[in-house]
């Protein structure tokens, strides 16, 4: 029968964030290929022991990171229970979508991965599958559940997900990534508002998380 791991403790946990703020910035300057453990721990300092027994390598450390990162785009593109209407919720939704990939992490680990991708072709599907795949099939799922209720222009849900998160990147994500460029919030909600006109009958309403979001 295998042990439930004991929770850590505040000092562990954060030794642990320490850990992937350190291995975060070395991996998204430096890349996965020219990031070892030893720079980690060269940066981090203490005991070898303590680092690895929070991630017993580099794929481990840099896995958690995408995940995160991750994370956060598959959380975004979730609806919520007590949302409004389907206009509503669909620019919230594209719009915490947008706004975690133009994030400073959003846009480094995009880059690394782009980079990384010729000579670590299986990190780079791994990102895939955990990320923008996951992140697309929960946007179907969502259409999938208004298609019939609101008689939707809509076939096939997932080319539409797909068709959706492309028409909210478009080049904002690419001239972010590419050439650096910041974009206002209002070229922002604009982005989305445009791609959310694309499926939906009623106006948008420029809401994120229930508030206004900022002009």
């Not at 975060?24 to 030893?38: H, I, Q, V």
């Not at 794929?59 to 975004?76: N, P, W």
């Not at 669909?90 to 979508?97: A, D, I, T, V, W």
């Not at 460029?181 to 070229?187: A, G, L």
């Amino acid at each position: 029968m295998r042990e439930t791991p004991k929770p850590m403790t505040s000092r562990q946990i954060q030794k642990r964030e320490e850990i992937i703020e350190i291995a975060s910035e070395l991996f998204f300057r430096d890349g996965f290929g020219r990031t070892s453990m030893d720079q980690v721990h060269a940066r981090l300092g203490g005991s070898k022991r303590t680092l690895y027994s929070h991630f017993p390598n580099k794929d481990a450390l840099f896995h958690t990171i995408v995940e995160r990162i991750s994370g956060r785009v598959v959380a975004a593109l979730q609806p919520k229970p007590a949302e409004g209407e389907f206009a509503q919720a669909l620019f919230r939704m594209g719009y915490e979508y947008l706004s975690v990939l133009l994030s400073p992490e959003g846009v480094a680990l995009y880059r690394v991965m782009t980079a990384e991708a010729q000579h670590f072709p299986e990190l780079s599907r791994d990102f895939f599958e955990r990320g923008p795949a996951v992140a697309s099939e929960g946007l179907a799922r969502f259409f999938e559940a208004h298609r019939d209720a609101r008689n939707l222009a809509i076939s096939d849900a997932d080319t539409a997900a797909e068709q959706f998160l492309g028409a909210v990147r478009g080049n904002v994500h690419l001239s972010a990534v590419l050439a650096g460029e910041k974009h206002s919030q209002r070229v922002l909600k604009d982005k989305v508002a445009s791609a959310v006109s694309l499926f939906a009958r009623e106006p948008v309403i420029e809401k994120v998380s229930g508030a206004a979001t900022p002009s």
